[in-house]
């Protein structure tokens, strides 16, 4: 039996106990913790006293409920999936997506008209509430489980512009990719990556355990002057995925110097 004997409100002291536990390896990554009349008996505390230190483990990402199984230790293993986040020239101007072919789509996706926003609109150099055209796709990994939600915004000008485009806006990327190059542009594409917190929404969808994080990545394909065409969104458990990139030196412009 090990009780309780430090400055603090009670819960936060059987937490930082339960923490050393994990930390020093006791409970093993993945492990089942010991039940609550188990820690009950071991820092001799209340129930109501048990059940607020794993609550606050839990916001810590420390401890992950399982429903009908109990409290685990986080598991600290190497993410289920790998994304590599290339886009590959295939013959005929077709294009190709490294691991595209993981991916399953959970539901039908979905084709709707929307508005910028502050945040879209800056990636895309729009104004706020400039009319886009958008789809979403739910996708899962069959052989780990892993959920992302991918979502295609499309201008109303560039669809204009580009026929096929206006006439089925909810097309995979790479038939995207193709339509704009036919229409006269050479591509090139731009990303960038945020981690945020899930909204109860993002939560339930993607499936994510406690206290994990989303990475957000945001895809940018130019076309003809560097003018952004299309914003592609993905989001998935930073628990379940890591990214790989390639990287190649550009060539450094030697400046002349003046005679």
């Not at 609550?55 to 790998?82: I, M, W």
């Not at 996706?109 to 400039?130: D, I, V």
Request: hydrophobic share 35%; with cysteine.
């Amino acid at each position: 039996m090990s009780e309780i004997q430090r400055p603090g409100a009670l819960y936060q002291q059987v937490a930082a106990a339960i923490r050393e536990a994990i930390q020093s390896g006791e409970f093993a990554p993945d492990s089942l913790l010991p039940s609550e009349a188990q820690l009950m008996a071991r820092y001799g505390v209340s129930r109501p006293t048990v059940r607020n230190a794993i609550a606050a483990l839990r916001t810590e990402g420390l401890v992950n409920v399982r429903h009908g199984k109990g409290s685990f230790v986080r598991s600290a293993g190497q993410p289920s999936l790998t994304l590599e986040r290339r886009i590959k020239h295939a013959t005929g101007g077709q294009f190709a997506m490294p691991g595209g072919d993981v991916w399953k789509e959970v539901e039908t996706p979905s084709t709707y008209r929307a508005r910028t926003t502050e945040t879209t609109g800056r990636l895309l150099k729009l104004g706020e509430e400039e009319a886009l055209f958008g789809c979403d796709r739910l996708l899962i990994d069959p052989t780990s489980g892993t959920r992302a939600t991918h979502r295609t915004l499309i201008p109303f000008e560039v669809a204009e512009s580009v026929p096929p485009l206006a006439e089925d806006p909810g097309q995979h990327p790479e038939a995207l990719y193709r339509l704009l190059v036919q229409a006269g542009h050479k591509l090139w594409w731009s990303e960038t990556v945020r981690a945020h917190m899930p909204l109860p929404d993002e939560r339930t969808t993607l499936q994510l355990t406690d206290a994990t994080p989303i990475l957000h990545l945001s895809r940018v394909t130019h076309g003809t002057d560097d003018r952004p065409l299309i914003l592609e969104e993905l989001r998935i458990g930073a628990d379940h995925a890591e990214l790989a990139y390639r990287i190649t030196a550009e060539k450094q412009t030697t400046r002349r110097a003046l005679a």
